[in-house]
């Protein structure tokens, strides 16, 4: 998945200002990343941009779980090079950045500046080492740096260097918990975000408090492990509560999270805190006993159906979305078929599903029995036909029921559907359209309104606003 953060912070940019491209890749904390680096630059007089056509600064803040996303990191640079000023600064930032920090300008020789995500707080040093080195150049000093590098790991540094949060729409990210210790056999994540850390839960609550005052409505607490998350003897339960208590925060979310990690008082929490949605994201990964010990996980099929029993006691209409791999190193049909049964019983409302790709440097590219591209992607598109039923069942059940919704923008195409419709998402996640009669849609923008869902499609509720309640 790519996403474009185009969102405007322009009015924090000076008059005259240079334009910034920002391309994220990849997880939500890349989205919220970039989203913090350009309100990094927008003080020194970069305006955000939706293209990288004349632009001063681009900004490719990359991921490196797939090898599909390396690929498209280096095709991406190309295009954007030449659609680019001439003397453009070339940047690349996050996990692929820290995985091959020089040897990114290896590969292409225009990018100027390469850095991880624990260090793009120094973006704007970085940027401004390689224009004084460019002038420093052209006065004749041949030796002058015009490039730059910072691959270091100075922990939770950078959200004392941040600005305040701006806020783009109802809902936000903040991270809370970065790094990974589990070592699963097949990712790269320990060693580009580096080990489990936790932010100060003041720090959080504070920037929820910000986001508050701007307008959010809903925030994601962003974490690759993030119920890990502990900090002075709070967990992410405990975090989830005092966020709760922010006035103007009516709804909580949290991603990604590990099974062993889901404790009793996280579990009791959604049974227990009203601002807590009923949507849960827990990567199983795979539906094998003999997959998950090779791939590290530490975690049986059985353990993790018992934590979601549990889950679903607490709270038994909550939604369950999931991570899977298939076509891991050594998989037979029978354990392709266990992970289909493992999706079946589950019943996911969303998944990010993928063939295995192995990564340069993890445990599981070493491993035989890898598997043939052919045969991986059959089983993906046999999973992904399973988990696209059970999210379209899902959708069916609130056929003719009403929903809360938080309303975030605009919707389908007026002329598709013969009238104007507002999107938003309801409490389990799931996307929402629907028209508004003659209420004003401006006064919607942020608010949580009821809509009376009249069809569903496979993914999504289509319905019709309730007024005057």
């Not at 920037?207 to 508050?212: F, M, Y």
């Not at 925030?219 to 119920?227: A, D, I, P, S």
Request: aromatic share 8%; with cysteine; net charge negative.
């Amino acid at each position: 998945m790519v996403i474009r953060i185009i969102d405007a912070v322009n009015e924090q940019a000076p008059a005259g200002a240079k334009k910034l491209f920002v391309k994220s890749y990849g997880c939500q904390m890349n989205v919220y990343d970039g989203f913090r680096m350009a309100e990094l630059l927008a003080p020194l007089g970069y305006t955000l941009a939706d293209s990288a056509d004349g632009a001063d600064v681009v900004l490719l803040n990359t991921c490196h779980i797939r090898e599909k996303a390396d690929d498209k990191l280096f095709s991406d640079l190309g295009r954007f090079r030449r659609a680019a000023k001439e003397d453009a600064i070339l940047a690349v930032g996050g996990c692929t950045g820290q995985a091959l920090g020089a040897k990114v300008m290896e590969a292409a020789p225009s990018v100027s500046v390469v850095f991880g995500p624990q260090t793009y707080h120094r973006l704007p040093a970085l940027i401004e080492k390689v224009q004084q080195g460019r002038i420093a150049r052209a006065q004749g000093h041949k030796n002058a740096p015009i490039r730059a590098v910072d691959v270091d790991f100075p922990e939770l540094e950078k959200f004392d260097r941040l600005p305040t949060p701006g806020a783009y729409g109802p809902t936000a990210f903040v991270t809370i918990q970065e790094g990974c210790d589990k070592f699963c056999t097949y990712c790269v994540v320990p060693y580009t975000r580096g080990a489990e850390i936790s932010r100060p839960w003041q720090h959080v609550v504070a920037e929820c408090e910000q986001l508050a005052a701007q307008g959010v409505r809903e925030v994601t607490l962003l974490g690759q492990n993030v119920n890990a998350y502990e900090n002075d003897g709070i967990t992410l339960a405990g975090l989830c509560e005092k966020v709760g208590e922010i006035d103007g925060i009516a709804r909580i979310r949290f991603t990604t999270s590990h099974p062993n990690n889901t404790g009793d008082d996280l579990i009791e929490a959604f049974a227990t805190n009203p601002k807590l949605m009923p949507y849960f994201h827990l990567p199983v990964q795979a539906g094998s006993n003999r997959i998950l010990q090779a791939m590290n996980r530490n975690h049986t099929v059985e353990s993790y159906l018992a934590t979601l029993e549990k889950v679903r006691a607490a709270r038994p209409d909550i939604a369950i979305s999931g991570d899977f791999i298939v076509g891991f190193p050594g998989e037979t049909e029978e354990d392709f078929a266990a992970t289909l049964a493992v999706a079946h019983q589950v019943q996911y409302v969303g998944a990010f599903s993928f063939a295995y790709s192995p990564r340069p440097g993890t445990p599981a590219a070493e491993l035989p029995g890898q598997i043939d591209e052919i045969t991986k992607k059959e089983r993906l598109a046999a999973l992904n036909v399973v988990l696209d039923d059970s999210l379209a069942a899902f959708c069916k059940k609130f056929d003719g029921h009403t929903v809360e919704v938080l309303v975030e923008g605009h919707g389908g195409r007026a002329e598709k559907f013969g009238q104007p419709q507002l999107r938003g998402r309801s409490l389990h996640n799931l996307p929402v359209n629907f028209t508004f009669g003659d209420a004003d849609p401006l006064s919607l923008m942020g608010q949580l309104v009821n809509v009376r869902v009249t069809h569903t499609t496979a993914k999504a509720l289509n319905g019709v606003l309730i007024q005057g309640l």
